[in-house]
């Protein structure tokens, strides 16, 4: 009886020597390693081309440019007749959508009984109809530059430029965001691709062979 339990205890000894130094066959450990590997892989973000960011920088410029289009001939419109400019009374003669303008005649001065169209503000007119009354302000060197007094007086708000502009704000914070993150992948340590041996997400398995002729 004794005999037998300790035969018992013996085999258990030996099966739990046995467990404890079992290995893995090495395609086994192999595949492990490569399964974990691959579910700690993170692949390089696609890198933004620098054709990308110089297409982004030149919508930039261009916004830029029609916002001070914009800006600068009204601003320096209202500055000259509110310098130099001849206010009188004048009554709208045609008023259209297509194209748009509105044409007054001139009710006194010495361009009395005179027709010119008045000057855009920003692509804008005033809403008025015809044989409505108006005080038009104009240049007496150029009577075509003329306004309503009221935009003279008070320039109403620029919303193109003002729209422009900040559209040129948006595109240049995007811009300088795509160059930021160019930058930061590029200095990011990405790991290799356990199976290709790359970092590069689109072509994982590229490799340049040199091909020599006999």
Do not use: C
Not at 1 to 28: E, I
Not at 104 to 128: C, H, T, W
């Amino acid at each position: 009886m004794v005999l037998v339990r300790w035969v018992n205890v013996a085999k258990r000894k030996t099966a739990k020597r046995r467990t404890d130094q079992y290995q893995l066959p090495p395609h086994v450990a192999e595949a492990q390693q490569y399964a974990a590997r691959r579910a700690a892989y993170r692949p390089r973000p696609a890198l933004p081309q620098w054709r990308l960011i110089a297409g982004a920088f030149g919508v930039f410029i261009l916004t830029v440019g029609l916002a001070l289009f914009l800006w600068i001939p009204a601003r320096s419109l209202v500055t000259d007749l509110r310098s130099s400019g001849v206010t009188v009374a004048a009554t709208v003669t045609g008023v259209d959508s297509k194209p748009k303008f509105v044409k007054v005649r001139f009710g006194q001065g010495p361009e009395e009984g005179n027709e010119i169209k008045l000057s855009e503000y920003a692509g804008m007119l005033p809403d008025v109809r015809a044989d409505e009354a108006l005080l038009v302000t104009y240049d007496p060197d150029d009577p075509s530059r003329a306004l309503p007094h009221s935009w003279v007086v008070t320039p109403p708000p620029n919303l193109p430029a003002y729209g422009t502009a900040g559209l040129a704000l948006i595109i240049l914070g995007l811009t300088i965001a795509v160059v930021l993150r160019r930058r930061w992948i590029l200095r990011t340590p990405w790991p290799e691709h356990p199976m290709y041996g790359s970092s590069d997400p689109v072509n994982p398995g590229s490799a340049t062979v040199r091909v020599v002729k006999p």
